[in-house]
């Protein structure tokens, strides 16, 4: 009976931790993981702002819009919408640095 016990006993210690095998393994399958996960996530940063430009282009276009069925013309340069309520103060200043306002169509000036 002690040998039986003192055998369970080596049994168990020699088991102890991971085999070299077994870390390669998981090593190897995070190292995949990565590979695959990392360049579709440095791509998000850019398509969000690509989908924000977008929409703001979306707003001013509207709010030229609005103006113009207001019967107030069509607009030439964004600062006439600051003065109808048409965009805030810090829509005109976002506006004025990467858009322009040519014949009542919003265009971005630096599209990449």
Not at 35 to 42: G, W, Y
Not at 60 to 66: A, N, S, Y
Not at 74 to 94: I, S
Request: proline share 2%.
């Amino acid at each position: 009976m002690k040998r039986y016990l003192l055998n369970i006993l080596a049994k168990n210690r020699r088991q102890e931790g991971f085999t070299l095998i077994e870390m390669v393994v998981v090593i190897a399958i995070i190292v995949i993981l990565m590979v695959l996960i990392v360049p579709n996530m440095l791509n998000q940063k850019e398509k969000a702002e690509n989908k924000t430009s977008d929409a703001f282009k979306t707003t001013l276009q509207t709010q030229v819009e609005m103006y113009k069925d207001d019967d107030h013309g069509t607009p030439t340069k964004f600062d006439e919408l600051l003065k109808g309520d048409y965009l805030t103060q810090d829509q005109v200043n976002k506006a004025n640095k990467s858009f322009k306002l040519e014949n009542g169509k919003v265009t971005e000036i630096n599209k990449k």
